[in-house]
């Protein structure tokens, strides 16, 4: 790979001994892609913060970065294994929350701002059109590549990390024109509208691309879509298919600057859809668990939660998961009161996913089909997939 004279230097030591492991991972991974060249990033997003992914080895990793290592560029945190202020409600271990901080203190170390969210987009870190980024978290970049046209390749928790303390990713994938074209017509013959039909869609298209090995679908057929509707597609799509990209006609920004795909065609019809959501839904499930919020939840999608709780009690444990300054903003709002008195609890800087919740309940119900997907898959629990309105009727049922 050709380097700038910063990037040799860096590599050479002069930079700290966490800048030179850090382009030495850079500089390892662009050769196995065949990049001819870093490209400067803008930001950053580390995913694996839970302790329950990193344990000892991966705190022992990020201690010794965290010994010189200072951050370049704005980068932001996945979220944790638990609400950082709120642990103890939502039944999280000692240790593990100890351990869990210690994570979270090597993270501050460097300079990263420890939000601890899946969107950093909503919260501040975000990017604009065309900027290169170094993010890991697989629906944030389906949705910086996708809905922003921004651009980033799908990468893990060391080289994120890497890329943070140089301000440098290796241009290849993503990066380059060539690799963002639509290769599948994905023609949706039906109407689709809320968050669980978002990701209810995002779950057929990406069960598609994996039927026929390809990797970006251009979808037409969607007339409108909302940040919510979007964010829900970008984790699910992400999840069934492995895809870090889309394109949507007459929505995201990128729709037209590439030829539409012509020879493979896959249309989507209502029956689809529906099958689809039967495959989310399991028939013997009993719930005694329900969460909101897989990507983090909005501050509309809060807002939209209050109002519907407003004045009811739920009979069942309910998670609000969301980022920490979209909760101070609810809070602001009188929202979260109004949850709250609800029964419901937040869990900011974590999610139903991460937090290590595994066998704790039987079934869960969310509008998201990743939390579907990592549900079944990591904490052994039945699910239940309906709109944000079908979550709560069950929760106060
Ligand atoms: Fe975010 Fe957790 Fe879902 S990280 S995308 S809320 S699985």
Known sequence: MKLSQEEQEMLNGKYGKAAKKSMEILITLGEIFDADSMVEVTGVQIAGVSYANLDEAGLEFLNEMAEDGKVKVLTTLNPAGMDRENWQALGIDENFAINQNRAIDAFAKMGIITTCSCTPYLIGNSPHFGQHLAWAESSAVCYANSVIGARTNREGGPSALASALT??????????????????????????????????????????LVELGKKIPYITGVSSATVEELKSLCASVATYGGAAMFHMENITPEYNKYPKPSKLVVEISQDDMDKARSELTDSDIEIDFVSIGCPHASLHEIATIAKLLEGKKVKKEFWITTARPTKKIADQAGYSKTIEDAGAKFAADTCCVVAPIKGRFKGIMVDSAKACYYGRAKNKFKVKIGTIQECIEEAIK
């Not at 990713?169 to 013959?189: Q, S």
Request: charged residues 25%; proline residues 2%; glycine residues 16%.
């Open 167 to 208: 301000g440098k990713t290796p241009r290849y994938g993503y990066h380059l024109d060539e690799n963002r074209y639509g290769e599948v017509l994905i023609n949706v013959k039906t109407f689709v509208s809320g968050t669980d039909q978002f990701g209810i869609l995002g779950k057929f298209v990406g069960d598609k």
